[in-house]
């Protein structure tokens, strides 16, 4: 199954029936969000216009995201505003490894947004439903997460292989990989900052000393995969 493939089937699932809108990761991913608007409420900035969701109020739902949790390991390390959403990066604070990335749209996603032909957007989740909603990001997250991914299991994926965090694919490997797919694709640009989390890494990049973009790298065989959906980058605040 190709990238395309998998990460539309991926926001199928997330789709159905607009049942599940998220789920919560902890020990044992121990519950899923029900559709129903008092649950929803406790997780998501209060109803305004698209694009008027600030940092602030991002890092409020995101403080009560991570008590949900349950999980007294877990902790926030960064949030990252870009131009169509917000980036809460989560991590464990005895391992200091990534443990899972979640995002807060400003308005709901297109297929342009996420590269194009996925059936996502206004008319299969609503603004209703994304605009300032905590979600899991797509992609890696979701998918090559081998630890806290609510889709692990579910892909088939051969680099399901445990929770030891142990990867055949080397941080420098993976800045190679980084930083060839970067020479190819955005001439000019470099790797900046990666974090490695169970499966994969992610990755900052920047050109001329600024934050352009973010990429994840396969722990297992260096696929490299493009954030497309963020936009442009704004600001940053680590709280870790």
């Given at each position: ?9 991926l926001?199928a ?8 809108v ?28 698209p ?11 995101a403080?009560?995201?991570?008590a ?6 877990l902790?926030?390390k960064?949030i ?5 959403n917000f ?11 990534g ?16 590269g ?11 603004y ?18 081998t ?21 055949q ?16 694709n ?21 050109k ?10 396969n ?22």
């Amino acid at each position: 199954m190709n990238k395309i493939s998998t990460l539309a089937l991926l926001l199928a699932v997330i789709g159905i029936g607009s049942v599940i809108v998220v789920s919560a990761y902890s020990y044992s991913t121990y519950s899923s969000w029900q559709n129903q608007q008092g649950m929803m409420e406790r997780w998501r900035v209060q109803a305004q216009p698209p694009n008027s969701i600030t940092l602030e109020q991002v890092r409020t739902i995101a403080q009560q995201y991570l008590a949900s949790t349950r999980n007294p390991n877990l902790g926030i390390k960064e949030i990252m505003e870009f131009q169509n959403n917000f980036y809460v990066m989560y991590y464990e604070k005895d391992t200091g490894v990534g443990a899972f990335e979640m995002l807060v749209w400003k308005q709901a996603p297109s297929p342009e947004m996420m590269g194009g032909g996925m059936g996502i957007g206004g008319g299969m989740m609503g603004y209703g439903m994304m605009t300032g909603t905590i979600v899991p990001e797509p992609g890696p997250n979701m998918i090559w997460n081998t630890k806290y991914s609510m889709m692990q299991g579910m892909m088939g994926s051969r680099w399901q292989t445990g929770t030891s965090g142990q990867m055949q694919v080397s941080e420098q490997e993976a800045r190679s990989a980084a930083e060839t797919y970067l020479s190819q694709n955005f001439p000019g640009t470099h790797v900046e900052g990666i974090t490695r989390f169970y499966g994969y890494y992610t990755i900052d990049f920047q050109k001329d000393g600024k934050i352009v973009g973010m990429l994840s790298v396969n722990g297992y065989s260096q696929q490299v995969w493009y954030h497309s959906w963020h936009g442009a980058f704004i600001q940053e605040v680590e709280l870790a």
